[in-house]
């Protein structure tokens, strides 16, 4: 997402790349949870998608957008309390959402009951197996990382998640990298990271140890 300044939150270009895949009926109701700055939801607008809405925890997000981009439906609304009716929207979206919400039980359980029967949720959430070592080295700190990636998974932690919520989900291999994803190691690791990302390339890791996981998770 992009704030004022052209500050990029997320990989944006590789969650159109998911989303694109997917690729939901332009009829379909949307929701996206965490739209921060509205770069996601202006997309959608321009791709055909007018009955979408977003929501974030932060009202300054909610002003960047609303100053960014015209005609944007927003509100402050928190993850894991939905002020929406049960089966409202055909497809939840979420982005570097799902680490930061503490009850990822209470999310999963509002997501479902705003969705349709056989909506979709789209989410993308890094691997905690290789996203704590990253937070250790870029806050220079052992714990701090705890206090924003709350609730970082595994492939099988979120397999289990999803599991008790009743939904039915399969995990896609999306590229992650992107000059975002470059510049972003390049800021944080300096010039080891050209090397490193020579000798392991995440994209092409096997599924439990990819850095990022893009999940459609479907309503029964």
């Known amino acids: 997402m992009n704030a004022p300044g052209n500050i990029q939150f997320g990989n944006h270009d590789s969650n159109v790349q998911f989303f694109e895949t997917v690729c939901p ?7 996206e949870i965490g739209c921060g700055t509205g770069t996601f939801l202006d997309y959608l607008y321009k791709a055909g998608y007018n009955d979408a809405c977003g929501i974030d925890l932060k009202k300054k997000w909610i002003y960047h957008a609303q100053q960014g981009f015209y005609g944007l439906k927003l509100c402050v609304m928190r993850g894991e309390m939905l002020g929406f009716r049960s089966e409202s929207f055909d497809v939840v979206l979420s982005f570097d959402v799902f680490e930061h919400i503490p009850n990822t039980d209470g999310h999963l359980s509002e997501v479902r009951r705003v969705l349709k029967p056989g909506g979709a949720y789209l989410f993308q959430t890094p691997n905690i197996l290789s996203n704590v070592p990253f937070e250790i080295v870029k806050e220079k700190s052992l714990t701090e990382w705890r206090d924003y990636h709350c609730s970082l998974h595994s492939y099988w932690g979120l397999r289990n ?3 008790r919520h009743g939904f039915e989900f399969e995990f896609h291999k999306v590229p992650v990298v992107t000059p975002f994803f470059r510049k972003k190691l390049r800021r944080y690791l300096g010039r080891l990271s050209p090397i490193l990302l020579a000798m392991i390339n995440p994209d092409k890791l096997p599924l439990p140890l990819r850095t990022n996981f893009y999940v459609v998770a479907r309503r029964a």
């Open 25 to 31: 009926s332009t009829e379909s109701r949307i929701l």
């Open 161 to 163: 998640a999803l599991s």
